[in-house]
């Protein structure tokens, strides 16, 4: 064995040290020959959860769901070449969504660059942007081991910190052969196995005296909190909400659309009909957190904020959600922290909430839900109880147990999440990819949040499921994991039937460049991995597939088969109609 050999392998097993000292638990492996020694180190590690993916594309996904679950960084190891270029959708997609990543591609060393040298492209900068942070210490060398423990420490906090919050980072660790060697002692690190590097970021607390003006400014007139993923806690969202009487209008992915008299559950729904916009227009509106995928409140937001409204942003790393530049005031604040003390600034100042508000949009909320509940059962009627699209978005997290997440796919089970699903006393915790809001790698992120402890569905379409097949393979011996992905088969692409393109191109021209419908039959593109497919036609029929899928320690999957494409903007149609009809009379517009 060479010096170099293990050199090399000392390198790499400090790396997964420190790494493990400070609170890695996932890394997520892909076969190559290059990444040899990492790979080796990784999985000689009993804390570690190594898990082996034959994608490189779907196993940068599976890691995001890895973190989602953990919410610590996860390791991805890659080989050299293409390998590593696969990874960089789920690189986009953890860079825009906030998910810590520790990104480690092999490479070759530099005396075969250039040269024509198998598998060996340009990995410098490879992720561009989309990382916040990335090394390329070279070829491990003894000189420089007094730094492996720093540079691995380092890696973790600008993962979970650096830039505007969590996110990937990159290392590029060049490995010369021979690969295969057993590590020598290791550097010494910290004493009781803490990490080479502690990090306790700065947490911007809002001054209650600039919190106090803000109240003064915004008491007694008409508000609206609207509020996404990490948008703050329930009760904190519903303390200002009750100090100022404003309607809470809240994301599933939230965790606030939940049975309380502030939240209006179905503002994409009431807010499509102009009467009920104009009649609702608020002059203020907070937004928490993400924002939600809804174009109708979007617009509604910038068409308030032309005519004087105030739009205020609370985000926790300060990170810019708009796109309509309409936010005035921006605060880069813990959403609990800002809450709290607005909420005492509110209690502390007299003035009295703004006439009929409140009761104005629990008017428009009430009506709206007693009519999409009509509408779906005038719906299930005239197809023998078969299912809609908006149907399976309004029931499922009923069916779905408080313990389990939800994975909701881009593009239309998110919205249908968004615009059908009620309040509910107990919803399971909501997730969806919307950072970079694309449908690649959604059934692999499906199966890295399977690794947590609580139970996954993943609510997906044809084309997403589709797309991202390889997430069914499961390698011989892996963990057993239990998630169950509810495949909405409607045919194709059903987003692209709700925009201009399917007015203005032919029917034939349409389907063969948006529509694209596929020639795989689902459940038997399922079967032929080996898993088991129920087929979930009418309300009943998913909550049994539910039911005996949820908890099990298994891949399956609930085929829903929904009308056509074009039947589902019908459908979608009839729902706007009779809520925009029904809100209109109860709020007398």
Known sequence: MSVQTTVQATFAATLVDEWVRAGVRDAVVCPGSRSTPLALALSERDELAVHVRLDERGAAFFAVGCSLASGAPTVVCTTSGTA?????????????????????????????????APQTIEQHNLYAAAVGWSAEPGLADPAGAAGWRSLAARSVIEARFGGPGPGPVHLNLAFGDPLVG???????????????????????????????????RWRGRRGLLVVGADGGSPDHVYGLAEALGWPVLADPRSGCRL?????????????????????????????????????????????????????????????????????????????????????QAALERDGQPAAD???????????????????????????????????????????????????????????????????????????????????????????????????????????????????????????????????????????FNFLPQAASLSGSRFEALFGTPQQPDVGDVARGFGLSVLDAPTEDALGAALAESIGRATLSVVRVPVPGRIDNVAVHARIEAAVATAVRSAIDT
């Open 259 to 343: 049975s309380h008299p502030a939240v209006v559950a179905a503002a994409d729904a009431i807010l499509r009909d102009p009467a009920v916009r104009a009649a609702l227009a608020p002059e203020v509106v907070v937004l928490l957190g993400a924002p939600w995928a809804s174009k109708v409140l979007g617009s509604f937001v910038a068409e308030t904020a032309r005519r004087g409204a105030a739009v205020v942003a609370v985000e926790r790393w300060g990170r810019w959600f708009d796109p309509d530049r309409v936010v005035g005031e921006q605060w880069p604040v813990d959403p609990d922290a800002w809450l709290s003390g607005a909420r």
């Open 84 to 116: 590593a270029a696969e990874l960089h959708a789920g690189v986009v997609e953890a860079h825009h969504a906030g998910v810590p990543l520790i990104v480690c591609t092999a490479d070759r060393p530099p005396e075969l660059h250039g040269v024509g």
């Open 182 to 216: 057993s590590a020598g002692a290791l550097p010494p690190g910290r004493a009781a196995g803490a990490p080479w590097h502690d990090v306790r970021p700065a947490r911007p607390v809002p001054a209650p005296a600039d919190l106090a003006a803000a109240i003064d």
């Open 357 to 495: 508000w409140e009761k104005h949009w629990r008017a428009a909320e009430d009506a709206a839900q007693r009519a999409i509940d009509a509408a779906l059962d005038t719906e299930s009627s005239a197809r023998a109880g078969a299912l809609s699209e908006p149907a399976v978005g309004r029931r499922l997290l009923e069916l779905v147990p408080p313990d389990a997440v939800v994975l909701a796919s881009s593009s239309m089970p998110v919205r249908d999440l968004e615009w059908f699903a009620p309040a509910l006393s107990a919803p399971p915790r909501v997730v969806a990819n919307r950072g970079a809001n694309g449908i690649d790698g959604v059934c692999s992120t499906a199966r890295g949040l399977a690794t947590g402890s609580a139970p996954v569905v993943a609510l997906v379409g044809d084309l997403a499921f589709l797309h991202d097949v390889s997430a069914l393979v499961t390698p011989v011996g892996a963990r057993p994991d239990s998630c169950t992905i509810v495949v909405v088969d409607n045919g194709g692409g059903g987003i």
